[in-house]
């Protein structure tokens, strides 16, 4: 069964940088989706960004397009997210989530992700 771990949050200055990390152990990520999705306080989670493992097509949400960016590691089986700009507005919960069989292009429907890693924290101090 298909098992998530995030990693690489914690705490930086605004502007700064982090990569987060997916890590999938179970089984192979080739039939799934990996979406990224953040719980930021006094809101509800939102995704943000998305990958097709087995086509590398990727969707991310216009308000952080500029600065997320997402990319797969199929030999380590690992999604990666890449921050750059991070601002206090940016601090919070990030989880990634498995979409199974999805299209050519993913979507971040969050109630169709059946695996939830147990997320990571980020804090962006100002």
């Known amino acids: 069964q298909l098992q998530l771990a995030e990693s690489g949050g914690g705490l930086v200055q605004t502007g700064g940088s982090l990569r987060l990390s997916c890590a999938a152990s179970?089984?192979?990520?080739?039939?799934?989706?990996i979406g990224w999705f953040r719980q930021v306080p006094g809101k509800e989670r939102e995704g943000v960004s998305c990958i097709n493992i087995r086509d590398d097509t990727t969707y991310t949400v216009e308000s952080v397009r500029d600065r997320f960016a997402i990319s797969r590691d199929l030999a380590k089986n690992m999604v990666h997210l890449k921050i750059d700009g991070l601002n206090p507005e940016d601090t919070g919960v990030y989880y990634c989530?498995?979409?199974?069989?999805?299209?050519?292009?993913?979507?971040?429907?969050?109630?169709?992700?059946?695996?939830w890693g147990q997320g990571t924290q980020v804090t962006v101090s100002s």
């Open positions: 989530a498995a979409l199974p069989h999805p299209g050519y292009v993913c979507w971040l429907h969050e109630d169709e992700y059946v695996r």
């Open positions: 179970g089984d192979t990520l080739h039939d799934y989706a």
